[in-house]
């Protein structure tokens, strides 16, 4: 499976905890995070992540790209709790929301807090997302299918 991760600063030690907690299960899935986020992980857990962008360079554009194609299986997307007071806070909400939509049309998984991450870990290591496998032009099972066609 190929797994997303982006948090804000607020959030990135609280997924990096989460990461060394089920350290074990998502290491047997392949994972991007944005660039700041995925090295406060991999500096704490060892896990191989590919670093993005980070998000406000276009990090999170990168990964709505990839879900957009497919290529996503799960997101775990640790946003900030309270509104941006930022200037440009209205593009930011606008990232947020197209990220879910997208989510949303392809129906990907999106964990926004600690519980409903948990959840979708342990359901990762049972098993019981594999119908991804069979959406994901990336996994094992297409990857396989495509090279029986030659």
């Known amino acids: 499976m190929e797994i997303a991760i982006i948090a804000d600063d607020t959030k990135k030690e609280l997924i990096t ?33 590919e670093k993005l962008l980070s998000g406000t360079h276009g990090g999170e554009q990168q990964i709505a790209s990839r879900i957009a194609f497919d290529e996503i299986d799960v997101l775990f997307y640790f946003r900030a709790a309270n509104p941006y007071k930022e200037k440009d806070a209205s593009f930011r909400m606008d990232i947020e929301q197209n990220l879910l939509r997208l989510c949303d049309v392809h129906n990907v998984p999106v964990a926004t807090n600690i519980a409903t991450a948990e959840i979708i870990v342990t359901a990762l290591d049972r ?24």
């Open 17 to 49: 905890q989460l990461c060394i907690a089920y350290c074990g299960i998502l290491s047997k899935h392949s994972i991007c995070a944005t660039s700041t986020t995925g090295a406060y992980i991999s500096e704490a857990t060892g896990l191989k992540i």
């Open 127 to 150: 098993g019981e997302l594999d119908y991804r496998n069979f959406i994901n032009p990336r996994s094992e099972y297409n990857i396989k299918k495509r090279n029986l066609k030659f």
